[in-house]
Structures are given as C-alpha cells and as structure tokens.
Antibody
Framework: EVQLVQSGAEVKKPGESLKISCKGSGYSFNTYWIGWVRQMPGKGLEWMGFIYPGDTDTRYTPAFEGQVIISADRSITTAYLQWDNLKASDTAMYYC?????????????WGQGTLVTVSS | EIVMTQSPATLSVSPGERATFSCRASQHVHGNLAWYQQKPGQAPRLLIYDVSTRATGIPARFSGSGSGTEFTLTISSLQSEDFAVYYCQEYNYWPPYSFGQGTKLEIK
C-alpha cells in the first residue's frame, strides 16, 4: 500500500526556520516525482514544486522559487520542505504529493498534511 | 499562465440526483486534466485523471469527459459521502500545473 506520512503540526515565529518531512513507503521512491502543495486557510490548492529522487532534479513554481527548498533523502525515502525565514503569510496546510513520471503534475497519492502556523 | 475556471462555485443537489461540475481552461490542455475530491479536514483524493480515467478504487458513479478547454465531472447518483469540494487541475503546462478554485457540493 502506497503511503505518504508527514511530520506533525508546527507553530513558529516569523524569521524562524523550519523543515517538514514526508516519508514514502509501499512503492519505489526513486521512480516517482514527489513534491509539495500549499493550501492557505479557506483557499484552494497550489503546487509549490517537486523533486525526482532518482536524480534530484528539482523544479519550483516561480512564486516559491527562492522562498523554500525541496529536498529528498533516498536512503530513508523521505522528502522535505524547508524555510529559512518564515513569514506570517506562510501559515497554511502543506501536503506532500506523489506524481507519476509519465503524468508529471497529476497527483495520485497525497500525504495527510502538515499544518504550519507562523505567528508572533 | 494558464487559468482554470470552475463553475458553479457552489452546487446544491439532493442525494440520489446527478451532479455536474464544469471546468474551463484558458488554453488547450491536451488531455492532461484531473479531478480531486476534498472533504473537510482531509487531504484531497484523486478521482479522475487523463480527462476520463477513474483512479484506483473510485466508484463507477464518478465519470469525467471533455476535450480541449472544456471539461466535466459527473456524479451519476449522489451518495451522502460525496458532499465535498471538487477541484480540477491541468498538468500540461509547467509552471504551475494550475488548479481550479474549486466547487463546493452541498446537500439540497
């Protein structure tokens, strides 16, 4: 069974750093893209970017380029989303998402979500 | 940047009736169109991909159709568990593989 299990909710202050995780299991981690989707409170879905663990090719939506870092550790089948300087506007639910190599962008499995709250 | 527009914003339908959701793309998406369901407090779930292919485990009452820039999701006979928000998404143009803004399906 394919599973994407994300780390727990976080409460941070503006300016702090954060790294959340997503562990994949039940499939070949290296042969699917894995990425992150943001959902701000009461709003819709936005792809942030994704990584192909097999060769670490990483792509970002322009709105998120330079704002976050997406990475993956193949040895523990885990993907990460990292911020170095959180803002209040980063408050959102973040979903880990798997995308097939031949239908890149389509999300066939989702993590359960990690709620990030940034408040002073 | 491609824009995905869903209509209506809210759809009110009675259990057992048919629900039809519309999604329009500002550019041709060449068959790279998916639909997702999101219930309150849950992650989205893939329903349909490549316009009309049901994802694993999705009941046959869900169907997708359309081409070019106009797409439709139909639920043939609504069950109580179907009341949720539905999103369409194109995955032909990166960035950003745009989502529609969602249609909320509520009980009439």
């Amino acid at each position: 069974e394919v599973q994407l299990v994300q780390s727990g909710a976080e409460v941070k202050k503006p300016g702090e750093s954060l790294k959340i995780s997503c562990k994949g299991s039940g499939y070949s981690f290296n042969t699917y893209w894995i990425g992150w989707v943001r959902q701000m409170p009461g709003k819709g879905l936005e792809w942030m970017g994704f990584i192909y663990p097999g060769d670490t090719d990483t792509r970002y939506t322009p709105a998120f380029e330079g704002q976050v870092i997406i990475s993956a550790d193949r040895s523990i089948t885990t993907a990460y989303l990292q911020w170095d300087n959180l803002k209040a506007s980063d408050t959102a639910m973040y979903y880990c998402a798997r995308s097939p190599i031949d239908d890149l962008g389509m999300i066939d499995y989702w993590g359960q979500g990690t709620l990030v709250t940034v408040s002073s | 940047e491609i824009v995905m527009t869903q209509s209506p914003a809210t759809l009110s339908v009675s259990p057992g009736e048919r629900a039809t959701f519309s999604c329009r793309a500002s550019q041709h998406v060449h068959g790279n169109l998916a639909w997702y369901q999101q219930k309150p407090g849950q992650a989205p779930r893939l329903l349909i991909y490549d316009v009309s292919t049901r994802a694993t485990g999705i009941p046959a009452r869900f169907s997708g159709s359309g081409s070019g820039t106009e797409f439709t999701l139909t639920i043939s006979s609504l069950q109580s568990e179907d009341f949720a928000v539905y999103y369409c998404q194109e995955y032909n143009y990166w960035p950003p593989y745009s989502f529609g803004q969602g249609t909320k399906l509520e009980i009439k």
